[in-house]
C-alpha cells in the first residue's frame, strides 16, 4: 500500500515537473522556478524532467536513499532542500552535474560517515550553502570534516560538534566560510578549545544552537565576528547560563558588532537584566541586541540610563516575549538617552505610570520622551494588562521619526482622548485597547497613516457612540489598510469611510455580527479589499450587490459565514458565480435547503440545474397554490350554497341588531306575518278582513313593509315581530322565489328562538305534500296545517270551520303566553 501510494506520489511530481517544463515554453520570462514535493509520504526519489527548475523541495518524507543520478535532468537547479527525511545513504554520483547548486539541505536525517562515499560533494564548485546539522556523523567525525573541507565554495556551513572531537584544521581550506552554525550534543560546555582550529577562517557570523553553558574564552578564536546568535538548551541549560554567556562577551571590548541574540532562556532561570549585563554590553559597540524569550523578568533602571548615556552603537534593541512582572522602575525614560536608537521592542509591562498628571479628575495627561532616532516602538504583549487609565492627551516628545507604534493589549479604560507628537506615524496597532467610549479625534493627529490596526478594541459599540463619524478618519486620507476584526460590530455608522482617500482601502471586519454588508461609499476605486469572515451573513441583499457592482473590489472573502445556498438565495448565488469579487468560493460552506453542508465552489458548478430545479419548485407550489385555493373556494361555495340562507339569516340579524340597538322581546308586534304570492292579493285580503274583525293584528307586506328598506330585512323584521307566520301555499307562491325564502328565513327563526310551533299552513288549489319546498316539508312535523275548503259538500269542510281552526291556531301563542304571565 505504501508502495502503491509512492508511486502515485512520484507520478504527481513527474506530472508536476513536466507541467512546469510546459509552462516553461508559455510564459516566456515567467518561468515556474519550484517544485514542491515536501510531505508527501515520498519513500523513493522522484524522477525529475528536464526542465529550467531551480528549486526542489523533497523535506518530511521517508527517503532513505539518494539514488546516482537522482538529479541528471535538472543541471540548472540551484536549491535542494533533502532534510527531515529517513536518508541513510547517499550512492556516489547523487548530485552529478549540479555545477549550479549553491544550497543543499541535508539536516536531521540518520546519516553517518558511511553513508558519504568519498568525494561526494566533488563537482559542486558552486555550493555556497550545507546543512548537515542533526545526524550521525559523529562515528567518522574526523573522515567527516575532510569530505565537507572539499567543498571550498563554502560560505555558510551547518553541523554538529563531535563531543569527543575538535572541530578539525581541514576545515581551513575553506577560505570562503563566513558564516557557521554549529549544533552541540546535551550538556556541551562550549569552549577555545573546542575552536582553536577555525583561527585560520574569518568568521563572521556565528550561531550555536542547544547551549548550556558558556566559557569565558569561548570566543576566543573568532578575531572577525560580526554576528553572534545562541539559542539555549530548555533541558540541559545550566542555572547560570546566562551570566556565563555575557561573561564570554568580555573577549568582545572595544569591537564592533552587528549583532548579539540570545533566545529561549527557560523559565527557572529566569533573571533582571542588571549591571552585570550592561556593563559588559557598554564596552562593545553593538547595533543590535535580540534578547526574546529569555524570561526576563525586569530592567534596572539605573543601569539601562548609563548605558543609553555613555556613547553606545545600539540601533535595535527587542526584547520580545518576556514576563517583565518584577519590574519595579519606571525605565521608559531611559530610551531617550540613546542617540542612535531606531528600533526598540520591549514587553507591555515595561511601561508604568509615566504619566505626569496636569489636572484633577479623570482625564489622564501623560508626556513621555522618546530616541529622537526611534522609528519603530513595539509595546505589545501577547495576554491583556488591564489598567484604569484612559486615554485623555497624550504627548510623545522625539517622536517625529516615528513610523509603527505597536500598542496590543494596553486596555485603556477608554479611548476618549487624542497622542500628540507623532505625526509621521505609518502604522498603529490599538488592538486590546477598551474604546467602549471613543473621541472623533483619537487618530487626528496622525495625516500621514497608512495602517491601523484595532482588534478587539470594542469599537462596535465606540463608533456607534460617535455623534459624527465622518470625523474619526477625516485627517487619515492616506490609510491603506484597516484591520477591525473581533468588535463585535453589528453595524458601522453612515460616513466612516465616505473620505477621499488617495489609495484604494483594504479593509478586515472578520468575527463580528454583521448580517449585511456596511455602508461603503458607492464610488468604483475607494475599496480594495474586503473581508468579512465569520460574520452572520447567510447571503447579500440586492442593494449589496449593487454597491459591490458600483465598487469593484478586487477581492472579498466570506469564509465562515452561514451562507445559504437555495432557491431562496438564488439570485446571491448567481451573482457570486459570475462576478469574480468573492475571492474564498473554495473556502466557503454553505447550507443547503435540506440543511447539509456543502462546498460552495462544487454548488456553484450545478447551479444551471439548481436553478431549474427552483423554477419547477416554484411552479409546483403556484400550482398547488391555485389547486388548493380552487378547491377551498368550492368546499366554502358547496357550503354556503347549502346553508345560504342560515348564513343570510344570520347577517340579516346582526344588521338589524346594529340597526336598532335594542334586543329582541317576547312582546309581538303583530299576531301573525302573512306570506303569500302577489297574485292572491284578492283572496289575501278577504282572510286578513275576516281574521281582523276577530281581532288578530296581521301583518301584510303590501301595507306593512316601510318603504327604502331592503325586501329581505323587512321580511326578517316581520318574521321577528310576529307570533305566528302563516304561509298561504298556492300554485302561484309555489313559483315566487320570494315564497322559499321566507320559508328558509322563518325555519331558521323558529329553531334558533325554540318556536318551532310558529309556522301555519293553509293549502290551497289542491297541492300535494310531495309539491311543497323542501324546507317546509323538513318542518312538516311541527307544522299547523288547514286545508282551504276546495269542497263545499264535504262534512266539516265549510268556510267557517276553516277561519275557526285558523283563529285556534293563532290563539295558540297568546294562551301559552297568558298561562306564563298570570299577570296579564
Not at 578575531?223 to 553572534?228: D, H
Not at 549583532?259 to 527557572?268: A, D, G, K, Y
Not at 465598487?551 to 452561514?562: A, E, M, Q, R
Amino acid at each position: 500500500m505504501a508502495v502503491s501510494n509512492a508511486f502515485l506520489t512520484i507520478c504527481q511530481c513527474i506530472l508536476l515537473a513536466w507541467s512546469i517544463k510546459v509552462t516553461h515554453s508559455k510564459l516566456n520570462d515567467q518561468i515556474v522556478k519550484l517544485i514542491d514535493c515536501s510531505r508527501k509520504n515520498l519513500t523513493l526519489m522522484p524522477i525529475f524532467l528536464q526542465n529550467s527548475t531551480i528549486d526542489i523541495y523533497l523535506q518530511g518524507n521517508f527517503l532513505r536513499v539518494v539514488p546516482v543520478w537522482s538529479f541528471q535532468k535538472t543541471r540548472k537547479i540551484k536549491r535542494v532542500d533533502l532534510s527531515e527525511n529517513l536518508l541513510t545513504a547517499i550512492e556516489m554520483g547523487a548530485f552529478e552535474g549540479l555545477v549550479e547548486l549553491t544550497d543543499l539541505n541535508l539536516g536531521s536525517n540518520r546519516l553517518t560517515s558511511k553513508s558519504l562515499p568519498e568525494n561526494i560533494f566533488q563537482g559542486l564548485v558552486s555550493l555556497q550553502k550545507l546543512d548537515t546539522s542533526t545526524n550521525y556523523f559523529y562515528d567518522n567525525y574526523p573522515y567527516f570534516q575532510s569530505e565537507i573541507s572539499k567543498v571550498r565554495s563554502l560560505v555558510k556551513l551547518q553541523i554538529d560538534l563531535d563531543r569527543r572531537h575538535q572541530i578539525d584544521k581541514s576545515l581551513c581550506n575553506l577560505l570562503k566560510l563566513q558564516d557557521l552554525g554549529i549544533f552541540a550534543p546535551f550538556g556541551q560546555i562550549f569552549s577555545d578549545n573546542l575552536f582553536q582550529n577555525l583561527k585560520c577562517l574569518k568568521i563572521e557570523i556565528l550561531s550555536l544552537y542547544v547551549v548550556s553553558s558558556l566559557a569565558p574564552d569561548t570566543f576566543i578564536s573568532f578575531p572577525s565576528l560580526k554576528t553572534l546568535r545562541i539559542m539555549i538548551s530548555h533541558r540541559e541549560a545550566a542555572y547560570d547560563a546566562i551570566s556565563s554567556i555575557f561573561n564570554s562577551f568580555k573577549v568582545f571590548k572595544g569591537k564592533n558588532m552587528t549583532e548579539i541574540s540570545i533566545t529561549q532562556n527557560p523559565h527557572r532561570n529566569g533573571f533582571v537584566f542588571g549591571h552585570n549585563h550592561f556593563a559588559v554590553l557598554q564596552d562593545i559597540c553593538l547595533q543590535k541586541l535580540n534578547l526574546v524569550d529569555d524570561s526576563i523578568l525586569g530592567i534596572h533602571f539605573k543601569p539601562l540610563e548609563v548605558y543609553g548615556y555613555k556613547e553606545n552603537c545600539l540601533e535595535e534593541l527587542d526584547l520580545s516575549n518576556n514576563l517583565m512582572f518584577n519590574s519595579k522602575n519606571n525605565y521608559l525614560y531611559a530610551f531617550c538617552m540613546f542617540k542612535h536608537l531606531k528600533i526598540a521592542r520591549i514587553p507591555l509591562t515595561v511601561v508604568r505610570q509615566t504619566h505626569i498628571k496636569r489636572s484633577t479628575g479623570n482625564d489622564v495627561y501623560e508626556s513621555f520622551c522618546l530616541p529622537k532616532t526611534l522609528e519603530e516602538l513595539d509595546l505589545h504583549s501577547n495576554v491583556k494588562e488591564h489598567t484604569m487609565k484612559g486615554i485623555a492627551h497624550t504627548t510623545i516628545i522625539n517622536g517625529s521619526n516615528l513610523k509603527t507604534l505597536k500598542l496590543a493589549n494596553i486596555t485603556f479604560r477608554d479611548c476618549d482622548g487624542t497622542i500628540f507628537g507623532i505625526e509621521n506615524l505609518e502604522y498603529l496597532d490599538i488592538s486590546g485597547f477598551i474604546c467602549k467610549v471613543l473621541s472623533e479625534h483619537l487618530l487626528s493627529q496622525f495625516p500621514k497613516l497608512i495602517t491601523l490596526i484595532a482588534r478587539d478594541a470594542s469599537l462596535g459599540l465606540g463608533l456607534n457612540t460617535l455623534t459624527d463619524a465622518s470625523e474619526f478618519l477625516k485627517m487619515n486620507l492616506d490609510l491603506q489598510h484597516i484591520d477591525l476584526m473581533q468588535n463585535h460590530i453589528n453595524s458601522l455608522p453612515d460616513g466612516l469611510f465616505h473620505h477621499s482617500f488617495r489609495q484604494k482601502l483594504s479593509i478586515i471586519l472578520d468575527r463580528n455580527y454583521l448580517q449585511s454588508l456596511p455602508n461603503f461609499p458607492s464610488r468604483p476605486n475607494t475599496i480594495k479589499s474586503v473581508s468579512l469572515k465569520y460574520n452572520r451573513l447567510s447571503c447579500l441583499s440586492e442593494n449589496d450587490m449593487a454597491m459591490l457592482n458600483i465598487i469593484k473590489p478586487s477581492s472579498v472573502f466570506l469564509g465562515g459565514n452561514p451562507i445559504e445556498c437555495s432557491c431562496n438565495t438564488l439570485s446571491f448565488l448567481k451573482w457570486m458565480n459570475h462576478s469574480g469579487f468573492i475571492s474564498d468560493i473554495s473556502d466557503i460552506e454553505c447550507i443547503s435547503q435540506n440543511g447539509t453542508l456543502v462546498t460552495l465552489s462544487h454548488f456553484l458548478h450545478t447551479l444551471k440545474s439548481y436553478e431549474i430545479s427552483c423554477q419547477t419548485k416554484l411552479w409546483i407550489t403556484v400550482a398547488s397554490c391555485i389547486t388548493s385555493f380552487t378547491i377551498v373556494a368550492l368546499i366554502f361555495g358547496t357550503v354556503y350554497y347549502r346553508y345560504r340562507f342560515a348564513f343570510e339569516y344570520f347577517f340579516l340579524r346582526v344588521k338589524i341588531k346594529l340597526r336598532h340597538y335594542q334586543p329582541l322581546s317576547d312582546d309581538f308586534n303583530y299576531d301573525a306575518f302573512i306570506s303569500y304570492s302577489h297574485k292572491d292579493i284578492p283572496w289575501v285580503k278577504t282572510l286578513h278582513d275576516k281574521l281582523d274583525s276577530k281581532g288578530f293584528s296581521l301583518c301584510l307586506y303590501h301595507k306593512d313593509f316601510q318603504g327604502g328598506m331592503p325586501i329581505a330585512e323587512c321580511i326578517v323584521e316581520a318574521i321577528n315581530s310576529s307570533r305566528k307566520v302563516v304561509f298561504v301555499i298556492t300554485d302561484d307562491f309555489l313559483e315566487s322565489s320570494w315564497g322559499t325564502y321566507e320559508i328558509e328565513m322563518t325555519k331558521m327563526h323558529a329553531f334558533r328562538e325554540g318556536r318551532e310551533s310558529m309556522v301555519v299552513v293553509i293549502l290551497k288549489d289542491d297541492i300535494k305534500k310531495d309539491k311543497l319546498p323542501k324546507a317546509l316539508r323538513e318542518i312538516w312535523y311541527k307544522v299547523v296545517c288547514i286545508v282551504w275548503p276546495s269542497d263545499s259538500e264535504a262534512p266539516y269542510n265549510s268556510e267557517e270551520m276553516f277561519y275557526e281552526n285558523l283563529s285556534k291556531a293563532l290563539s295558540d301563542g297568546r294562551m301559552r303566553i297568558s298561562d306564563d304571565n298570570p299577570s296579564m
